[in-house]
């Protein structure tokens, strides 16, 4: 069956009439009035009621040109966006992320990416790095954000922010101390780390903050979950390092201090398998313009 005979049914259909029809395809009436009894002859039912005076659709026909018409958009809408998506402009982009990410960054990149690839359907997941680096490898993330990574060999990576640390306290701490002793002051406080086994090179920098105070600290709980840390917080149970980015703005239940003087920062990073480049060519077009 061709998609053109279909086509001048249909146009036929709205018109009743070869010879405007005929015009409107610029084909001569002759060449339409094939085209459509091919067709019937494909469906084995005729479609129109043909005399000298009018054209008037079959009780097939209304049935056939309706169902034919809603099956044309679908395929319409099929051939644009498969080239939308072999252009980069839609189909699912898969993003994982750290907590400090979200709570800075992120947001404006995917407004961006929502006003000028309105097509493309972000999925979100909240990781760790070691999970981002192994779900970038084996494709099952597109693009990662991530906090102080240790980009693999095969990625690539591009600096996005910089980040103070802050230290986060139980309600009530006393301030003072921090402003007199400088981070010495939590040389025996309780500490609530990251697990070092997911994310390395974060850990190793926050653990820096502490041993460039001269002590080890002392780790009692470790949580990849930023709210699972507050909460210890809030109990008196230690005290935190998270990007300042992780809580500025947010109605907490502890108290922080931002750490502007030590030289370790805060590195928020985009990740990205580089043949991704290639397949979302517009889409990292606009990712580069970040800054």
Known sequence: MDLQHIRSAILLSKKLNFT??????????????????????????????????????????????????????????ILKRTKQIHNGEAGELKIGFTHSVMQSILPEILIDIRQNLPNIKTILKELNNRDQYMRLQSGELDIGFATNPLVPLGLKSKVLHIDNYAVLVPKGFDMSRVDKDGFTTFTKEPFIFPS?????NYVNIIESICTGAGFIPNVV????????SIRLIEAGMGVSLEPISSIRGLNLPIDFYELKDT?????LTMIWNPKL???????FSLLHTIN
Do not use: W
């Open 277 to 283: 480049e290639t397949e979302h060519p517009k889409l």
């Open 196 to 200: 070092k086994t997911d994310g390395p």
């Open 20 to 77: 405007k029809t005929a015009e409107a395809l610029h084909i001569v009436q002759p060449a339409l009035s094939r085209k459509i009894k091919q067709l019937e002859e494909s469906i084995e039912s005729p479609l129109f009621i043909r005399n000298k005076r009018n054209v008037q659709l079959t009780n097939a026909g209304t049935y056939f040109v309706g169902e034919m018409e809603k099956l044309l958009l679908q395929y319409d809408f």
């Open 263 to 267: 030289p370790q920062k805060a590195q």
């Open 221 to 228: 709980h470790e949580t990849d979950s930023v709210s699972t």
